[in-house]
């Protein structure tokens, strides 16, 4: 199907467990981004990707770390999870930046116990 | 830092009155704002935006309002609906910069 998809949808994990949080998108869009979000601090950017074998820091992205090897993918991977980093996580993606909006995925809710 | 913020964290309005959603911004070179919606359990959804070099753009039931001189913007919302309760984030943008999110506004509609 066309859009933009998440996997898992709901993920939990142990403290200081690799984890990997999938995205695609079948749109060739350009740029990709990954959020969470957390309540009291709405959506904050983590990574973003201008195109493929590009990235770039977000407002937080201490504990992550992003690949773009194919144009519809962008996973993100948490290294060695902390309780820190339970919240949901919403990839989105962009023909043309900012301009014009995202579109969103809808989410993967990643507790680390 | 620059940062995008709402006046109201929950709004809660009777079915069919109109609702108002504010927020203030305070990057002056943002030259792009944007409203989305996002319902329990899913990702946000587009809903309107508005260039700087606009001050107001109506989709259906939706109007954005933007003033420049006190960087505030609005989402009105025409004859609420039961469907319309949902948070509701402004957005702004800054040249090629990726969009900067409010907190977000809860807006519950009462039948």
């Known amino acids: 199907d066309a859009g933009i998809t998440q996997s898992p949808r709901y993920k939990i994990t142990e403290t200081g467990r690799q984890v990997t949080l999938m995205c695609h998108q079948t749109?060739?869009?350009?740029?990709m981004f990954w959020y969470r979000q957390d309540l009291g601090h709405g959506l904050r950017l983590i990574y973003y990707?201008?195109?493929?074998?590009?990235?770039d820091k977000g407002e937080v992205p201490d504990g992550y770390v992003v690949s773009r090897s194919k144009t519809e993918n962008f996973p993100l991977t948490l290294e060695s999870a902390t309780r820190s980093q339970t919240s949901v996580y919403f990839c989105?993606?962009?023909?043309?930046?900012?301009?014009?909006?995202?579109?969103f995925g809808s989410g993967t809710r990643l507790t680390v116990v | 830092g620059e940062s995008v913020g709402l006046h109201l964290p929950t709004l809660s309005v009777q079915e069919g009155d109109n609702s108002i959603i504010n927020c203030a911004y305070s990057?002056?070179?943002?030259?792009?704002f944007i409203w989305y919606k996002q319902e329990s359990g899913k990702g946000p959804q587009f809903i309107i935006d508005i260039r700087s070099n606009m001050d107001k753009r109506q989709g259906q039931r939706v109007t954005v309002l933007l003033n420049k001189t006190v960087k505030h913007l609005s989402l009105q919302i025409a004859a609420t609906q039961p469907g319309d309760s949902a948070v509701y984030f402004c957005a702004e943008v800054s040249g090629n910069t990726p969009l900067v999110f409010g907190k977000g506004t809860r807006l519950s509609v009462i039948a």
């Open positions: 990707s201008a195109a493929a074998d590009i990235t």
């Open positions: 990057n002056s070179a943002s030259d792009y």
């Open positions: 989105a993606s962009s023909a043309v930046g900012g301009l014009g909006g995202y579109t």
């Open positions: 749109w060739s869009h350009s740029y």
